[in-house]
Structures are given as structure tokens and as C-alpha cells.
T-cell receptor
Framework: DVKVTQSSRYLVKRTGEKVFLECVQDMDHENMFWYRQDPGLGLRLIYFSYDVKMKEKGDIPEGYSVSREKKERFSLILESASTNQTSMYLC???????????FGPGTRLTVL | GENVEQHPSTLSVQEGDSAVIKCTYSDSASNYFPWYKQELGKGPQLIIDIRSNVGEKKDQRIAVTLNKTAKHFSLHITETQPEDSAVYFCAASRVGKIIFGKGTRLHILP
């Protein structure tokens, strides 16, 4: 059974902290994605990666960075967390571009 | 920038009736149109998708239609059941760059 796991379901951090959100997939997928989901705004793409050590900006990359050192792992980094980054963060992976994405369960991040 | 509009934002239908959700997209080069269903506490899951070389696709009670000229695609769910209650997202993609609609919360009324 295909699986995308995220390191935490719930996370509470303070303003200014550096935050790491980890995502691991076990399907040997090339592509991995990070989204944030906010009420009324749907899913917005933050960053995506088509290969190890490659990354591309999505629609809302400001305030975020990513790391993909291994094929199965894609990390989202908030260098200095701010309250407007309080959100649900979803990771996904896919075998190829323009194909089904498999989503993790999400991490609900609260920044105080 | 590129955009995907999804309507309605909320939809309530009687169990057994049909539900229709509509999306329009702005990037005429989009070639892949997936629909995802998100249940409470879970990540979205693909329920059906269609590519730009196809006008219609059906999978049991679910169908999707695509009108490339109008840049419009729709999800049709027939004979709705309680387990169809969820949030549905449409999306348009081009070479991996995907844009999602804002979602439709579907309520199936008993």
C-alpha cells in the first residue's frame, strides 16, 4: 500500500523559531510537493521537486525553503516562523509530472 | 497569474440525487485535470482525472467532462450516498505545475 508520512500531525511553535516539517514516501516517486491548506483558499503550492537536490518555487514560496537530499524525503523549512504561517501543511508525491499525487495526512502547525 | 475557479463552494443534495461541481481554468496549456476528495482529518485522495485529449471519462457513479474550448471541466456524482460527503477539489496542471480550486464542501442530506 502506497504511503506518504509526515513527521507530526500537530505542531506548536513560537514566532521566530526555525521549523522543520519532514515528509517521507515509500513509493520511489520522483516528484514531491509541499502545499499549505487554509479555509476558503484551497491548496496552494509552496515548493516542488522533480529529482533529488532539485527544487522549484510554487505559488507561495516566500518565507519557506526546502531540502531534498534523498529521493524519499522532502523537507519544508520555515527559517523564522511567523503567525501568518499558521496553517495545515500537506506533502504529496507522484510517479511523474501530471499524474496522480499521493498525499500525506497533513501537519497542523500553529505559530504563537 | 494562472487561476482555477471552482463552484459552488458548498453544495447540499438529497441522498440518491446527483451532484455537479464546476471548474474553469485560465491556462490554455493545461493538459491534466484531476479531482480529489478530502475526508475529515485526511489528505486529499484522487477520485478521477482526465487529460486534454479526452472529452469525458466515467468510473461507476463518478464522471468528469472537459470542454477545452471553454476551458471548463465538471465533476458529476450520480446516486449520491452518505459516504460522498467530503470536500472536493479540482485542479489543472501543465508539466507538473498544478493549481487547485478552492474546494467544494458536499453535504449529502438523509
Amino acid at each position: 500500500d502506497v504511503k506518504v508520512t509526515q513527521s507530526s500531525r500537530y505542531l506548536v511553535k513560537r514566532t521566530g523559531e526555525k521549523v522543520f516539517l519532514e515528509c517521507v514516501q515509500d513509493m520511489d516517486h520522483e516528484n514531491m510537493f509541499w502545499y499549505r491548506q487554509d479555509p476558503g483558499l484551497g491548496l496552494r503550492l509552496i515548493y516542488f521537486s522533480y529529482d533529488v537536490k532539485m527544487k522549484e518555487k510554487g505559488d507561495i514560496p516566500e518565507g519557506y525553503s526546502v531540502s531534498r537530499e534523498k529521493k524519499e524525503r522532502f523537507s519544508l523549512i520555515l527559517e523564522s516562523a511567523s503567525t501568518n504561517q499558521t496553517s495545515m501543511y500537506l506533502c504529496a508525491s507522484s510517479f511523474s509530472r501530471d499524474n496522480e499525487q499521493f498525499f500525506g495526512p497533513g501537519t497542523r502547525l500553529t505559530v504563537l | 497569474g494562472e487561476n482555477v475557479e471552482q463552484h459552488p463552494s458548498t453544495l447540499s443534495v438529497q441522498e440518491g440525487d446527483s451532484a455537479v461541481i464546476k471548474c474553469t481554468y485560465s491556462d490554455s496549456a493545461s493538459n491534466y485535470f484531476p479531482w480529489y476528495k478530502q475526508e475529515l482529518g485526511k489528505g486529499p485522495q484522487l477520485i478521477i482525472d482526465i487529460r486534454s485529449n479526452v472529452g469525458e471519462k466515467k468510473d461507476q457513479r463518478i464522471a468528469v467532462t472537459l470542454n477545452k474550448t471553454a476551458k471548463h471541466f465538471s465533476l458529476h456524482i450520480t446516486e449520491t450516498q452518505p459516504e460522498d460527503s467530503a470536500v472536493y477539489f479540482c485542479a489543472a496542471s501543465r508539466v507538473g505545475k498544478i493549481i487547485f480550486g478552492k474546494g467544494t464542501r458536499l453535504h449529502i442530506l438523509p
